[in-house]
């Protein structure tokens, strides 16, 4: 599976994985360390919650260093002629203009207007050019929108 990231959010993942690595494995030994201390581990509830947390961890980390190991770096994509991953475009809806930035999931924001290329509103605007109109389905209905011009 591919992960598509700008540079800045592959940074941040690669600073949170090596901050796991380092600090969080510490803190987690040094709680099933304190743990052990207690004596018999099959009713020992700060070892039983401290392995949990270890477990967590390891899952956090896996998934991190697989998100990193399958990074796309999202490049800006100006004057291209058609809409694809990274690219800012204009789009009109009932006469108001939007504009939208399509990115990939890891970092989908749709407050911000940064929508997931795997969305529906994402996936309909992949491809098509400027003067082109998509068709989403949404909860409240179907909703057109036209692309006046791609950034």
Do not use: C, W
Request: net charge neutral.
């Amino acid at each position: 599976m591919k992960y598509y990231l700008t540079t800045e959010r592959l940074r941040e993942l690669e600073a949170e994985l090596e901050r796991l690595k380092k600090d969080a494995r510490a803190d987690i030994a040094d709680r099933l360390r304190r743990a052990k201390e207690y004596g018999d581990l099959s009713e020992n509830s700060e070892y039983i919650d401290a392995k949990e947390a270890q477990a967590k961890l390891e899952s956090e980390i896996f998934e991190l260093e697989e998100t990193i190991r399958n990074a796309v770096i999202i490049k800006k994509t100006k004057g291209k002629a058609q809409v694809e991953i990274g690219s800012t475009i204009e789009a009109q809806k009932n006469g108001k203009t939007h504009k939208f930035t399509i990115i990939g999931s890891e970092e989908a924001n749709p407050e911000a207007n940064l929508i997931s290329n795997e969305s529906p509103l994402g996936r309909a605007f992949l491809g098509k050019k400027p003067g082109e109109a998509v068709e989403v389905e949404t909860p409240g209905g179907k909703t057109k929108y036209k692309i006046v011009k791609i950034e």
